[in-house]
């Protein structure tokens, strides 16, 4: 397994910015698709985002289209989640996760492993 350590969560006022970061450990990180999932309070863990091996593929949640983007630097063992133009509705734990699915994209949490520990992020109105 890899360990996943996702920071750069905060404090964010409606329509700003923050970039999520998701170190990895391991030499296989640039083998792996990998995603991002949310979990607001009272609320199921959801898809955000996915992103190929390579970074030549992305797959985006409809509620995150436009607004969320997924990226990855295999030298650095990181994927990256920029977010703009938040609302109070992307108020949520924000999550890493591999994919151990061969195909592309998968979005159902149970073909992801190696969750890490989260990172909150709160969107004020």
């Known amino acids: 397994q890899v360990q996943l350590v996702e920071s750069g969560g905060g404090l964010v006022q409606a329509g700003g910015s923050l970039r999520l970061s998701c170190a990895a450990s391991g030499r296989t990180f640039s083998t792996y698709a990998m995603g991002w999932f949310r979990q607001a309070p009272g609320k199921e863990r959801e898809f955000v985002a996915a992103v190929g091996w390579s970074g030549g593929s992305t797959y985006y949640a409809d509620s995150v289209k436009g607004r969320l983007t997924i990226s990855r630097d295999n030298a650095k063992n990181t994927v990256y989640l920029q977010m703009s133009s938040l609302t109070p509705e992307d108020t949520a734990v924000y999550y890493c996760?591999?994919?151990?699915?061969?195909?592309?994209?998968?979005?159902?949490?149970?073909?992801?492993?190696?969750w890490g520990q989260g990172t909150q992020v709160t969107v004020s109105s």
């Open positions: 996760a591999r994919s151990i699915r061969y195909s592309f994209p998968t979005t159902s949490s149970t073909y992801f492993d190696s």
